[in-house]
């Protein structure tokens, strides 16, 4: 039986020593079902943070805390299969739609035009990149890097130009 005058913060004082010394089952206990150290100790952090919620509703009797804290840990184990099925299903479904994408891009495997466009400084290539990769507008992209439409079309037009430059054999044969 609770005794009434324990304040609630000599309970949840309590509680946290209790847990504290538990907490090493718990990791255990996580590991094992859970199959690596790192979930399992987010798994009894998580736990205890749900205890420590409600600590009036934390039994004295330590064999009823045992009892408590492990069905408390059970309903965590639970949550964290389910998104572990969750993030599983949503990583294959990414996997499969990035395959069937991956026909659709065509990124051009030419090493010159890979080379001149790593030539170019970050900001031009991306902007660039924006454009021909994710199918921007030029002042869209622009505005995804902070420019004005007057000033992304303009750079823009530089870009193409310098790899056309870069890019034309007659330029390629002179260089050598």
Known sequence: MREPEQSETARVHNAKKMLGNMLPELVGYFSRRLGNYDDAADAASDT????????????????????????????????????????????EHLKQELRAQEAEIHIHEDKSLAEAIAKLRAQDQELLLLVAWEGFGIAEAGAVLGLKPDTSRKRYSRIRQKLQTQLTPAAQHSAH
């Open 48 to 91: 205890i943070v749900e205890l420590l919620k409600r600590p009036n509703r934390l039994p004295d009797d330590l064999t009823r805390f045992r009892q408590y804290v492990y069905g408390t840990a059970r309903n965590v184990l639970s949550t964290c299969r389910k998104g572990r099925l969750q993030r599983l299903t949503l990583t």
